[in-house]
Structures are given as structure tokens and as C-alpha cells.
């Protein structure tokens, strides 16, 4: 049991839609990131939270957008959503300062499908 | 271009025997190295991680060995257990003062014999 939770557990939306994916994070942790699990694949780098601003993205276009508040919740936000965006969403959560050696936590994940 | 490389995509042991995963990474960069294990319909759970500075971290029935000039690690399991049966993923970070995202490889399905 990490402390960190996500909802929904399970999605389905159409394409073109918008999505709003939750996490809850383990109290007192500052930093979350947000994670893209593809079927067969590891977990992929969104972006990073840090005291609510962004400090870092991975390779995904701007409509993958989050949001982090201050009481250790996070939001994932997808517009416009394309087939494959089709995965499992995985956030962490960690005590220390981006940049430094600690551990990421993760949630259950939401497994989304897009149709 | 895969900066994290678990080439075995399976492994399959008898129940009382060593585990060994092995995991490969091209970036000099990185400098702290975890492993999760990850059963269906969950989250990946943290195993066991270990700093550049090291070369060896033990922790129970794991250990993780690092051998930086090779850019390998590997996680022993000893022994092996049935309910060790999940997807083990390696992943790295580099403490690069920006953020502290993690680069994971493929994963390797462990199925462990009774």
C-alpha cells in the first residue's frame, strides 16, 4: 500500500473527447508525475509536478496537460483524444525535490480506452 | 532510441531457485537505478534501488548489483518464490537538477515454478 490513490480505475471515451484523470498522492509529498503504460510497454514520462508548477515534460504534445494542487491532489488532463492514447496512466508521488535521488511511489493507474 | 534495455522479455525458474533479471542502459547520465514489480490490474510496487556510488544493495531475498563501466545492473532473487510471479521493471534517473523523471525499460515477465 503506497498512499496513493487514482481514479477512475477503469475509462472509456470516444475520440475527440476529453479526459480528467485523478491522483491523490502520499501526504507530504511534493513531487508527482504522471506515467503513459502502452500494452507491452514500460511506463513513459509525462511530466512532472513540483509544488504545483511544471518542471519537466516528456515527448507528449500539448494537449496532455496536468495540474497539481495543494493538498498533495493531481490532475492529468488529455484533450482531444486520439486511439492511441489508449493505456494505462500511472502517477507518483515522492517525497524530496525533483532532481534529487528519491523513490517514485505509484497508484493503482487508470486504464483508459479510447474507441 | 531505448536508453533502458531488459532484452529478456521472459524468465522462467523453479520455486527455491535464483532469480537473476538483468537490465542494460546506454545513458552515462544516469545515476540511480530502481526496480519495481508489477502485477496485473496494479500499480508498479518499488522492490529495491541503488546509487551509482554503489555497486551492490541488499535487501532481503533481493539484491541489486550495478557495474557501471558495463552500464548493467541485475536483481538476484533468492530463493524464488511463487508469489514473486509478476512483471519486474528496471528504471533509471539522473540527478540532473531539473527533474527527477524516470526512464523504464520493457519489463521481464518472471514466472516462478512450485
Known amino acids: 500500500e503506497t498512499g496513493v490513490t487514482q481514479s477512475p480505475t477503469h475509462l472509456i471515451k470516444t475520440r475527440g473527447q476529453q479526459v480528467t484523470l485523478r491522483c491523490s498522492s502520499q501526504?507530504?509529498?511534493?513531487?508527482v508525475s504522471w506515467y503513459q503504460q502502452a500494452l507491452g510497454q514500460g511506463p513513459q514520462f509525462i511530466f512532472q509536478?513540483?509544488?504545483?508548477?511544471?518542471?519537466g515534460r516528456g515527448n507528449f504534445p500539448p494537449r496532455f496537460s496536468g495540474l497539481q494542487f495543494p493538498n498533495y491532489s493531481s490532475e492529468l488532463n488529455v484533450n482531444a483524444l486520439e486511439l492511441d492514447d489508449s493505456a494505462l496512466y500511472l502517477c507518483?508521488?515522492?517525497?524530496?525535490?525533483?532532481?534529487?535521488?528519491?523513490?517514485?511511489?505509484f497508484g493503482p493507474g487508470t486504464r483508459l480506452l479510447v474507441l | 532510441d531505448q536508453q533502458v534495455k531488459q532484452n529478456s522479455p521472459s524468465l522462467s525458474v523453479q520455486e527455491g531457485r535464483i532469480s537473476i533479471l538483468n537490465c542494460d542502459y546506454t545513458?552515462?547520465?544516469?545515476?540511480?537505478f530502481l526496480w519495481y514489480k508489477k502485477y496485473p490490474a496494479e500499480g508498479p510496487t518499488f522492490l529495491i534501488s541503488i546509487s551509482s556510488i554503489k555497486d551492490k544493495n541488499e535487501d532481503g531475498r533481493f539484491t541489486v548489483f550495478l557495474n557501471k563501466s558495463a552500464k548493467h545492473l541485475s536483481l538476484h532473487i533468492v530463493p524464488s518464490q511463487p508469489g514473486d510471479s509478476a512483471v519486474y521493471f528496471c528504471a533509471a534517473s539522473a540527478m540532473d537538477g531539473a527533474n527527477s523523471k524516470l526512464t523504464f525499460g520493457k519489463g521481464i515477465t518472471l514466472s516462478v515454478r512450485p
Open positions: 509536478y513540483y509544488r504545483e508548477e511544471e518542471n
Open positions: 507518483a508521488s515522492s517525497l524530496g525535490s525533483p532532481g534529487t535521488q528519491e523513490t517514485q511511489y
Open positions: 545513458n552515462s547520465m544516469f545515476d540511480y
Open positions: 501526504s507530504g509529498h511534493n513531487t
